[in-house]
């Protein structure tokens, strides 16, 4: 599979830690606004379609757009860096955090009369259980670092070649991760054991074949971005400690 830009550009290090960028903001915007969707819209819901030679598939509803947050996610480790993805994915973090504790707090107020009958649907579509808020944010945290770690190693070792290989293969271990954690804390206990692990391993391989399906997409940002932004970064130097907002 081709590169996404004909001529390498040349790696960097740590002075360029100062650059403003002129679409860093936007991407940051878009991860956000694709992982606060995906999680509040459908994260409890399990769907159901019937597949010919493999029958009915249960998995999660959210699956269809949370892999893009991955995919957001390998474009900006690709492109800006291991740390600058680290600022994001915190910012994630502290917006999924703060739409849970709001979801929480509107739920709970005393509720007007002429509302009655329109609380119970609100509790049934933001009314998630602390054990499925509980898993959306380690999941979250746990995937979105593992894959950004396994990227920006992979760049290293394969010397900016083969993007393909570290976009999937990032993936494959940060959903890993995410598929595991997140159906093990949210409904262990609750669903029979052997739907939590069929809906974890559906899901795990539906969003993994959606990073393999959108590669070309993914090539085509990154190139852009590279040539636009005048970067392609490497983790040399870098700190990969996920508890810090430096770059």
């Known amino acids: 599979m081709p590169e996404s830009h004909a001529t390498p550009l040349p790696a960097v290090d ?20 694709v992982l606060l969707c995906s999680n509040l819209i459908g ?12 029958g009915p598939v249960t998995f999660g509803a959210g699956v269809l757009f949370f892999p893009i947050s991955y995919i957001f996610g390998d474009v900006l480790t690709e492109v800006y860096g291991y740390g600058r993805d680290r600022r994001v994915v915190w910012a994630g973090f502290t917006a999924l955090a703060f739409a849970t504790f709001m979801s929480l707090v509107v739920l709970k107020m005393p509720v ?8 119970k649907s609100l509790e049934d579509v933001f009314g998630n259980t602390w054990r499925i808020a509980l898993g ?7 995937g979105s670092f593992t894959n950004s770690y396994v990227l920006a190693k992979m760049k290293l070792w394969s010397g900016g070649r083969w993007l393909w ?23 262990y206990g609750i669903w029979p054991l052997e739907k939590v692990i069929q809906v974890a391993v559906a899901q795990y391989v539906l969003k993994t074949a959606w990073e393999v399906v959108m590669t ?24 990969f400690t996920p508890f810090r907002l430096k770059v």
Request: aromatic content about 18%; overall charge neutral; glycine content about 4%.
């Open 216 to 239: 070309p997409v993914t090539y085509k940002v990154v190139g852009f971005l590279k040539r636009a932004e005048n970067e392609d970064w490497f983790d040399r130097h870098t700190n």
């Open 165 to 187: 290989t570290r976009t999937i293969g990032s993936t494959l271990a940060g959903e890993l991760v995410d598929s595991s954690l997140f159906y093990v804390i949210a409904f």
């Open 136 to 142: 959306s944010l380690i999941a979250f945290c746990c």
């Open 43 to 54: 994260a409890a819901k399990a769907a159901q379609v019937t597949l010919p030679w493999i």
């Open 14 to 33: 740590a002075a360029h830690t100062g650059r403003v960028y002129r679409y860093y903001d936007f991407v940051m915007v878009a991860f956000v606004t």
């Open 112 to 119: 007007a009369p002429f509302m009655a009958d329109y609380q």
